[in-house]
């Protein structure tokens, strides 16, 4: 078997990473931006640190936000006739999930203009061509879409999200700046980070996963366990460990695929709104107990990266416990709910068969059957 790893052309980490952007925009003789960020960013001007800096060096540039939380095949439809009347070469994408992934199906349509329909592209889609050039720039700490071949887009009209798998929409570059990351409230801190913990745990634990990714993930869960609760309190030492942890999680999921937490919060998100990182930290728990008999000793290790002493005296049921308890004790301390209101139980059989068709099934390290799906949502009821 061969296995693969795919990262950015080049990636700038710490505070200050901003000032690169100008010098990277310059460096490959690009002539006009196309800056996706969603309108919360531009209302509280932190797109504006970066286009400040363009601004600075003389560089032209367009501003796209026509960018929801949970972004839809309208807002990339919109940004791929925006992207074509602007002129731009090249794509600035400042913020979440939300404007990373909107700007990599942008990207990817204008260089594959055969898949404009843009469920064309769930799964794996057969493009031929890189995307147009993304510098990424991310504003919180758990998508680590700077340095992942994903993204995903809600189907609004079939209620679902659907996950795009492409090596051709890597950003080329990706700009890890804590700064730009301050400004993020307790509660978005809180749910992006617990969707990177979820990354480093089910990247660790999926079917694909092998040593140079595990070497990643013990890494992020290390990271993530002891800066997440700073990051929530916005301590510098907090802000910048949450930066690195989830871009190293970022570096390894993306190569060997995610599992079920990630599949049924992508329906949550889809049918409820539910925000994403909030719906994995709910899940996460739940699929660790599930899954915990097809993981070996996996989960000794996780118990150590969360902080867990003594671990090494502790049997094979103790220390699986004491992973997932863990998780669900970090989940707690940063305020994520535990159960989900909204879930009805005439909503189970849709949720269950959209998480069971969803692109992250296949990798989880023990197999699910609709009934299981079903009875696992049940549990945040």
Known sequence: MTNRIMLNQTSYHGAGAIAEIANEAKAHGFKKAFVCSDPDLIKFQVTTKVTDLLDKEGLAYEIYSDIKANPTIENVKNGVAAFKASGADYIVAIGGGSSMDTAKAIGIIIANPEFEDVRSLEGVAPTKNPCVPILAVPTTAGTAAEVTINYVITDVERKRKFVCVDPHDMPIVAVVDPDMMSS?????????????????????????????????????????????????????????????????????????????????????????????GVACAMMLPIVMEYNAECTGEKYREIARAMGVKGVDEMDVDTYRKAAVDAVKKLSEDVGIPAKLAALKEEDLDFLAESAHADACAPGNPKDASVEDLKNLFRKLM
């Open 184 to 276: 993020m409230p307790k509660g978005l801190t809180a749910s992006t980070g617990m969707d990177a913990l979820t990354h480093a745990i089910e990247g660790y634990t999926t079917k694909g996963a092998w040593e140079m990714t595990d070497m990643f993930h013990i890494k992020a869960i290390e990271i993530i366990a002891k800066s997440l609760r700073g990051a929530v309190e916005n301590t510098k030492e907090g802000r910048e460990g949450m930066a690195l942890g989830q871009y190293i999680a970022g570096m390894g999921f993306s190569n060997v695929g995610l599992g079920i937490a990630h599949s049924m919060a992508h329906t949550l998100g889809a049918v409820y709104d539910t925000p994403h």
